[in-house]
């Protein structure tokens, strides 16, 4: 499924001329077939999906190091390629719903919590919906405040 989606989108790309779009695609389409011929099987959706969600990551982190570096066009073409990339995920938590997440799973934990199980509990909860970092940023904040 996901597959034909990038599929239908490349296609669109193309007869739309976008080529950062075109690129983006093709570059998602061969990570993937990649990671098929990798593994010697059909990638479940969820496989597909982890593969987009590592090129996004990679693109944060390549803007960050851009605009570090003050390469502000560069940064611009990473942040437009995430975004063509986030289409294809799943809809991602707000803070607050993430918040509400976090403080639910915490306090069925017995005390005291340590960092370590907290994060395996929350992150068992909200894989694919959020970004790990920001998770660890407010279960730390949580855990502070116990």
């Keep these: 499924?996901?597959?034909?989606?990038?599929?239908?989108?490349?296609?669109?790309?193309?007869?739309?001329?976008?080529?950062?779009?075109?690129?983006?695609?093709?570059?998602?389409?061969?990570?993937?077939?990649?990671?098929?011929?990798?593994?010697?099987?059909?990638?479940?959706?969820?496989?597909?999906?982890?593969?987009?969600?590592?090129?996004?990551?990679?693109?944060?982190?390549?803007?960050?190091?851009?605009?570090?570096?003050?390469?502000?066009?560069?940064a611009a073409k990473e942040t437009r390629e995430r975004e063509i990339l986030q289409a294809f995920l799943p809809r991602q938590l707000t803070r607050e719903e993430l918040e509400g997440v976090v403080r639910e799973a915490l306090a069925g934990l017995p005390r005291p919590l340590d960092r370590g199980m907290a994060m395996k509990v929350v992150m068992a909860k909200v894989k694919g919906v959020a970004d790990g970092r920001t998770v660890a940023e407010i279960v730390n904040a949580e855990l502070a405040r116990s």
């Design 1 to 74: 499924m996901l597959q034909s989606k990038i599929d239908a989108d490349l296609k669109e790309a193309m007869k739309a001329r976008d080529q950062v779009r075109v690129d983006t695609l093709r570059m998602l389409r061969s990570a993937i077939n990649y990671r098929r011929i990798e593994v010697g099987h059909e990638l479940s959706e969820d496989e597909q999906l982890e593969i987009v969600r590592k090129q996004v990551k990679q693109r944060n982190d390549a803007i960050t190091e851009y605009e570090r570096a003050a390469r502000a066009e560069a």
